[in-house]
């Protein structure tokens, strides 16, 4: 069993940043790797970052690429998403995922909401 709690989502202006954490528990939790999904009212789930806790490989959403930083602490065994210049588009639920080596998705955090502003 694997459990995971996001946070740090909110309120921001256009132009600004956010830091979203997935705090990862559970004995195989280090067999996954975690993925960033978002989801905006009306719109189909976006994969849009994936790192494995054992590599160093990231791979980001090409609507991301430049300005959102996926990273990990395994000592606090936490999955960061550093998002810069955000822009109203990214407004959306933010969830992270814990997926196997084939991509399926055994467990689901909660989601923390992204809103930018205008």
């Known amino acids: 069993q694997v459990q995971l709690v996001e946070s740090g989502g909110g309120l921001v202006q256009a132009g600004g940043s956010l830091r979203l954490s997935c705090a990862a528990s559970g004995r195989s939790a280090s067999r996954y790797t975690i993925e960033w999904f978002r989801q905006a009212p009306g719109k189909e789930r976006e994969l849009v970052a994936t790192i494995a806790w054992s590599g160093v490989h990231a791979y980001y959403a090409d609507s991301v690429k430049g300005r959102f930083t996926i990273s990990k602490d395994n000592a606090k065994n936490t999955v960061y998403l550093q998002m810069n210049s955000l822009n109203p588009e990214d407004t959306a639920l933010y969830s992270c995922?814990?997926?196997?080596?084939?991509?399926?998705?055994?467990?689901w955090g909660q989601g923390t909401q992204v809103t930018v502003s205008s």
């Open positions: 995922a814990a997926a196997t080596q084939y991509g399926t998705v055994d467990y």
